[in-house]
């Protein structure tokens, strides 16, 4: 009777299975003068295999993106203000424009000192594509491809529905400037003989996240039909070693980390169109920073207050599954004051993008 059931359930299992016919005989005929005890392992076997074999590369990926189109669309928002883009693909094109100052000043002697430096601007191409909310992009430097800018740079951006950062680095060489020094001439600064090296981070949390989107503004992965805000935490942090290679040698070296808050709003003044605008300054919660003029090391005191402000603005117009706009970030550091030294750090970017949902 055992043999008998083994004998169906093979025979049932190869044709469930679709397999040829010729298979077929082969598989039973052998099962069967086998022993019991070795046909069962082999039905096992064949069973097993049988789960096995129909997960092929299109299910895995039926799978897959049956997961992120669940996770894509899951969330506590509410759609008369937010929604997702009903397409899974979007494809984008961006221009990137960056640029970065340092200011100092200083009051010694009843003397007032000042010095501008200012970086070279930066230009990147750059395409990219998503699906379901996960991007691969592609960027390039003109000017590097063709030996005019030698500077690094790196940007790297998340913005969520709740949860969003900034993290810039950037290496510049190609600081050119002034000094000012009261009573005398102004003083031309060349290149290169300012080195700075810039960490800036900054992250913010949005309380009204059901209606409020940041990614519908920066990334487009949301859209924004009706206008909200929303109150902002943020944290931002600093860190810059600065080589100034003049007259003397100084090296300056600081580092910052603030908490504050904020608040963005979503203008729709008309269907399709989007205005945001957003502040989050940071006050100082650690700073650490010194100067070193040859052997001489000078701390630099906290004086209240100091300051990293995150500004953001954004337009965006959309026209069925296009979408086009322009894009700002802007930092500023405040560190110091005028009686010992102070410092203006400002560091921005500006994105014009074009899109396309499919």
């Not at 701390?299 to 209240?304: A, N, R, S, T």
Request: glycine share 8%; aromatic share 14%; net charge positive.
């Amino acid at each position: 009777m055992l043999s008998l059931h083994l004998w169906i359930i093979c025979i049932g299992f190869i044709e469930v299975t679709n397999m040829r016919q010729e298979l077929t005989m082969i598989t039973t005929r052998t099962v069967w003068v086998l022993p019991p005890k070795v046909r069962v392992a082999v039905v096992l076997l064949v069973l097993l295999t049988g789960l096995i074999q129909p997960i092929s590369a299109q299910n895995i990926f039926q799978r897959f993106d049956s997961v992120l189109t669940k996770n894509y669309h899951k969330g506590n928002i509410d759609t008369t203000y937010i929604t997702r883009p009903k397409t899974k693909w979007t494809l984008t094109a961006r221009w990137n424009l960056s640029g970065a100052k340092i200011e100092s000043e200083r009051i010694e002697n009843e003397q007032h000192f000042k010095s501008e430096m200012t970086a070279d601007y930066k230009s990147t191409l750059s395409v990219g594509v998503s699906y379901l909310g996960f991007s691969l992009n592609f960027s390039l430097n003109p000017a590097k491809l063709m030996g005019k800018y030698k500077d690094y740079e790196l940007n790297i951006n998340s913005y969520g529905k709740r949860f969003g950062w900034d993290f810039i680095y950037q290496n510049a060489h190609n600081f050119t400037g002034w000094h000012d020094h009261e009573g005398m001439e102004r003083i031309n600064l060349p290149a290169d003989i300012l080195s700075v090296k810039t960490l800036n981070l900054n992250a913010y949390y949005a309380f009204n996240s059901r209606r409020f989107s940041y990614p519908a503004a920066f990334s487009q992965s949301y859209i924004q039909r009706r206008s909200a805000g929303s109150f902002l935490l943020a944290a931002s942090a600093m860190g810059q070693n600065a080589t100034l290679d003049w007259e003397q040698k100084m090296e300056l070296k600081m580092a910052n980390i603030g908490i504050g808050g904020g608040y963005g709003y979503n203008y729709v003044p008309a269907q399709g169109w989007l205005l945001h605008i957003s502040a989050l300054p940071t006050f100082m919660v650690y700073s650490h920073s010194s100067m070193t003029f040859g052997d001489s090391r000078v701390p630099l005191h906290y004086h209240f207050p100091e300051v990293i402000i995150t500004g953001r603005g954004a337009v965006v117009r959309q026209k069925g599954n296009l979408f086009y706009g322009l894009s700002m970030v802007y930092n500023f550091t405040n560190i110091g004051n005028e009686d010992n030294l102070a410092l203006h750090n400002q560091k921005w970017r500006i994105r014009s993008f074009f899109g396309l949902r499919l």
